[in-house]
Structure formats: C-alpha cells, structure tokens
C-alpha cells in the first residue's frame, strides 16, 4: 500500500510574537518514502492561505493584522496521500 508523507512546520516556533504588518514566512519540510510530495497547502485554522508545488515549500502571509494564528501544513503525495502537520500557534499584536 502507499505510504502517507510526512509533513512539518519548521518556521515559525510555536509561540512566535510578530507586530501587526510584518510578513510572516511559514516554511515546511515534507517528503514521501514511498514517492513524490506533489504540495503543500498552509492553513490559518481552517482557511487555506494557499500552497507551493515544489521543495522548499513556504508560504507568506503579507500585512499580517491582529489575532491569534494556528497555522498548519498539509502535504499531498502522488497516490493522494494527505497528511497534516502538528498546529504552530502564532501572536500577531500591536
């Protein structure tokens, strides 16, 4: 059988403060053992930011406003395979 890919925010760290209106980087690490990643999708809780299609996968958050930020990861492989990273909970604040 396929075999799920793995995936991992390795930017920010969980906790991370940042000031309203910076760019926030979010980058992830993902691989398949027994294939191809073919994306990654960045999540803000349940909404979709949006996805990088080759390594290293990233994603900016630009003009980041005010709140708290659970941001997550979600690797795709080529057999369709979906795995979710742990959650990296950020503070955006004045």
């Not at 390795?10 to 990643?37: L, M, R, Y």
């Amino acid at each position: 059988g396929n075999q799920d890919p793995t995936v991992s925010i390795i930017s920010p760290s969980n906790g991370a403060n940042f000031d309203i209106g910076t760019s926030i980087q979010i980058k992830a690490n993902a691989n398949d053992p027994d294939g191809s990643v073919t994306k990654v999708e960045f999540f803000k809780g349940s909404t979709r930011l949006g996805q990088d299609t080759s390594a290293p996968y990233s994603y900016t958050i630009n003009n980041a406003s005010e709140g708290t930020y659970a941001l997550t990861a979600r690797a795709t492989d080529n057999d369709g395979a979906i795995t979710t990273s742990s959650i990296i909970n950020v503070t955006v604040s004045g």
